[in-house]
């Protein structure tokens, strides 16, 4: 009986004291937590670089990047902007409100009769 009080109070010991397996496998885990950020980090840091070296390099990329996020434009560049058509439920697109108001400041005005006939 005072082996088997014993060994029970070693076993507890072991496994719930502060170095004890609980804390151990605790402990495992929060370091793979770590070692998959550390690798995640790693990732973005080499794709930072990737680009840091791009922008260093590639005139064209410079480019575009300027484009895109600034908005700017070479002298004497022509930008032609287009607003995304609607969508019916079968898939057709429609002209968009500003396409239709654009069309119809380029079209000579028509006049409609009472019955929908041109003049």
Same mark, same amino acid.
């Given at each position: 009986?005072?082996?088997?009080c014993f060994l029970v109070s070693i076993v507890a010991?072991?496994?719930?004291?502060?170095?004890?397996? +609980?804390?151990?496998?605790?402990? =495992?885990? =929060? !370091?793979?937590?770590? +070692?998959? !950020?550390?690798?995640?980090?790693?990732?973005?840091?080499?794709?930072?670089?990737?680009?840091?070296?791009?922008?260093?390099?590639?005139?064209k990329y410079v480019e575009s990047i300027v484009k =895109?996020? $600034?908005?700017?434009? @070479? %002298?004497? =560049?022509?930008?032609?902007? $287009?607003? @995304?058509?609607? /969508?019916?439920?079968?898939? +057709?697109?429609?002209?968009?409100?500003?396409? @239709?108001? +654009?069309?119809?400041? /380029?079209? %000579?005005? @028509?006049?409609?009769?009472?019955?929908?006939d041109t003049q």
């Amino acid at each position: 009986m005072i082996v088997f009080c014993f060994l029970v109070s070693i076993v507890a010991w072991l496994g719930f004291s502060e170095r004890g397996l +609980i804390h151990l496998y605790h402990t =495992e885990m =929060e !370091r793979q937590s770590y +070692i998959d !950020r550390i690798r995640q980090l790693a990732e973005e840091n080499q794709t930072l670089l990737e680009e840091v070296h791009r922008l260093r390099t590639d005139m064209k990329y410079v480019e575009s990047i300027v484009k =895109e996020q $600034f908005n700017l434009i @070479k %002298p004497n =560049e022509v930008v032609y902007r $287009f607003n @995304k058509a609607k /969508t019916r439920n079968n898939g +057709i697109a429609t002209i968009t409100q500003d396409a @239709k108001h +654009i069309d119809q400041k /380029t079209r %000579p005005k @028509k006049e409609i009769g009472s019955d929908g006939d041109t003049q």
